[in-house]
C-alpha cells in the first residue's frame, strides 16, 4: 500500500521500468516519421519520460502534481520543457502543448476509477486531429479497458504492441490510432 501513498522512482510495487520505459520509446520511434513533435502525458517521476528526452522530435512533457512536476525538474532541470497541467486543459490545436497532429505518449492511468466520458472524448479529439496516442496500461488485453472498448465502438484501431509481466501489475503498451 506504500506505493499508492508515496512518490517513487518507479509508478509500480516491483517494476520493471526500465524494460517498460525501453519498450514504450520502442513503440513510439515507429512513428517518429510521421509527426514533428510529441506531447507527453502523464509524466510522473519520469522513469519512462527519461527515454523521450533525446529523441528524435521534440516533447512537451505534462504533470499536473505539484510534486511530480518538482521530481521532473530535479531530475531532467528547468530547461526541460514541462507544463504543470491537467490534460483536459491542453488544447485540440498546433501548439506546442496542443493536441492536433502530434504523437502523444500517455502514461496517465486509463482504467477503473480513472475512466471517464471526458478522457474519451478529449482521445477521440486527439486521434480525429490528426494524432496517433501511444498509452501504457496496467491491464493486459483491451476488452478489459471500458476506454478502449468505446474507442473501437467509435471505429479508432487499437492495438497492443507489447507487455512488460515482468511488471506488477504487469504493463501493457497499447497504440490507439484513426483507421
Known amino acids: 500500500m506504500a506505493y499508492l501513498t508515496k512518490f517513487k522512482h518507479t ?4 517494476s520493471s521500468s526500465n524494460q517498460f520505459g ?3 520509446f520502442a513503440v513510439a520511434a515507429g512513428f517518429f516519421q510521421q509527426y ?7 509524466t510522473g517521476s519520469g ?3 527519461q527515454y523521450f528526452i533525446q529523441a528524435n522530435i521534440p516533447f512537451v512533457y505534462v504533470e499536473k502534481h505539484p510534486a511530480f512536476v518538482r521530481q521532473f525538474h530535479e531530475r531532467f532541470g528547468a530547461h526541460t520543457p514541462l507544463l504543470a497541467k491537467d490534460f483536459f486543459t491542453l488544447p485540440l490545436d498546433d501548439s506546442s502543448g496542443g ?3 502530434c504523437l ?3 502514461c496517465m492511468p486509463v482504467t477503473g476509477p480513472f475512466y471517464s466520458e471526458r478522457l474519451v472524448e478529449q482521445f477521440r479529439d ?11 496500461s496496467y491491464t493486459p488485453f483491451v ?3 471500458r476506454l478502449f472498448e468505446r474507442l473501437q465502438k467509435e471505429g479508432f484501431l487499437i492495438e497492443r504492441k507489447g507487455s512488460v509481466l515482468m511488471n506488477i501489475p504487469p504493463a501493457s503498451v497499447f497504440v490507439l490510432r484513426k483507421s
Do not use: D, E, P
Open 11 to 14: 509508478g509500480s510495487v516491483i
Open 22 to 24: 525501453a519498450k514504450m
Open 36 to 42: 514533428v513533435r510529441g506531447v507527453f502525458v502523464g
Open 47 to 49: 522513469v519512462v519520460a
Open 99 to 101: 493536441l492536433a497532429n
Open 104 to 106: 502523444i505518449v500517455s
Open 126 to 136: 486527439a486521434l480525429n486531429s490528426g494524432s496517433t496516442i501511444v498509452q501504457m
Open 143 to 145: 476488452r478489459q479497458v
